[in-house]
C-alpha cells in the first residue's frame, strides 16, 4: 500500500511546503485518503481551493497529476478511451486479403487504443493524482462509469478484457454542487467540504503568495473581499483573485486600499458589470 502522506501533521507540513495551507480537516481528510485508498470528494463554491488541493497532494508526494475536466456532454470516450479509427482503417486497408479474424486482433491492441484520463490514472505505474474537477458538470450517466472506476479501479475493455490499477491513484473528484451527486458515488468517497476561509487565515495564504505586500495593506485587502463576498454578486471573489490583487497593488505600488484605489482596481476581483456596479453601489466608492 502507497503511504501518501505518514500523518495528518505531516500533511499539514508538505502541503504547506508546497504552497497549500491546510486547516486540520482538510490534512486529515486528505492523509485518510491515501492512507485507506479512497476517493476524495471536495465540495464547495468556486474558487476556494478545491482543484488547488489536488495539485498541491501532486506537487507535494511528486506524484504526476491526472486531469479530468468534467463538462455537460462529456462521454465515456473523451474519459476513458477511444479507438484511433483512422489509424485502423489504415491498417485495413494495408492488409489486403488477410482473413478478418487476423486482423481484428491486428487493429484492437495497444498500438490504436488513445487513453483518456481516467484510463491513463489506471494504467500508470508510478503514483498519480487523479483529479475529476467539475464533476458536478458531467451528466448523470457519466457516473455509471465513475462507479466502475471508484469501485475496483478497473476498467473493462471489451476488445482487450479488464485492465485493473497496478497502483491506485489518489483521486480528488471537485463539486460546486450545482446538483446532487448520485448516493452510490458519495459511498465511495470520503467527503470534504471547503468554504471561503476566515479572514486570518486568507490573510496568511495572501502573505505567503505575496511576500512583499505590507501586513497592513494585506489586512486592508481581505476585509475588501469579504466585504464584496457578503453582497450578492454573480460571482464572489475567489482565493485566486485575492492574490491577484495582492500582486495588483504590489505592481502599482499602491500602500493604501482606499475608495479610489478599490475602484481603480476592482476589474482584477469581480469579472461581471453588473457585480462591479454593484459594489460601487453598495459600497459607496464614488461620489
Not at 6 to 22: E, F, I, K, N, Q
Not at 169 to 179: D, H, K
Amino acid at each position: 500500500m502507497t503511504t501518501w502522506f505518514a500523518s495528518p501533521a505531516d500533511a499539514v507540513d508538505r502541503l504547506g511546503t508546497a504552497g497549500y495551507l491546510a486547516d486540520r480537516a482538510t490534512a486529515t481528510t486528505a492523509f485518510l485518503a491515501g492512507s485507506l485508498e479512497k476517493p476524495l470528494l471536495v465540495e464547495g463554491p468556486a474558487g476556494v481551493g478545491k482543484t488547488e488541493l489536488a495539485k498541491a497532494v501532486a506537487r507535494a508526494t511528486g506524484a504526476e497529476l491526472v486531469r479530468l475536466q468534467c463538462y455537460e456532454g462529456l462521454d465515456e470516450a473523451r474519459a476513458l478511451y477511444e479507438w484511433n479509427y483512422k489509424k485502423q482503417l489504415l491498417r485495413i486497408q494495408a492488409s489486403g486479403e488477410q482473413e478478418w479474424d487476423a486482423t481484428h486482433d491486428d487493429i484492437f491492441t495497444d498500438e490504436f487504443l488513445l487513453t483518456r484520463p481516467l484510463l491513463t490514472a489506471i494504467r500508470r505505474e508510478e503514483p498519480t493524482v487523479l483529479l475529476i474537477d467539475e464533476v458536478d458538470k458531467t451528466d448523470v450517466e457519466v457516473e455509471g462509469l465513475l462507479l466502475e472506476v471508484l469501485s475496483d479501479f478497473q476498467v473493462t475493455i471489451p476488445e482487450l478484457g479488464t485492465v485493473t490499477a497496478v497502483r491506485r491513484p489518489f483521486v480528488v473528484l471537485t463539486s460546486n454542487a450545482t446538483r446532487e451527486l448520485s448516493e452510490a458515488v458519495k459511498r465511495r468517497c470520503l467527503f470534504l467540504h471547503l468554504d471561503y476561509p476566515d479572514a486570518e487565515r486568507e490573510r496568511e495564504i495572501v502573505s505567503s503568495q505575496v511576500p512583499e505586500l505590507e501586513d497592513r495593506l494585506a489586512e486592508q485587502l481581505v476585509a475588501m473581499v469579504g466585504r464584496l463576498r457578503e453582497l450578492e454578486l454573480k460571482k464572489a471573489p475567489s482565493i485566486a483573485e485575492s492574490v491577484d490583487w495582492a500582486r495588483t497593488l504590489v505592481a502599482l505600488e499602491i500602500r493604501d486600499l482606499d475608495d479610489k484605489a478599490v475602484d481603480d482596481t476592482l476589474g482584477v476581483v469581480l469579472k461581471h458589470a453588473s457585480d462591479t456596479d454593484r459594489a460601487v453601489r453598495e459600497l459607496r466608492l464614488r461620489k
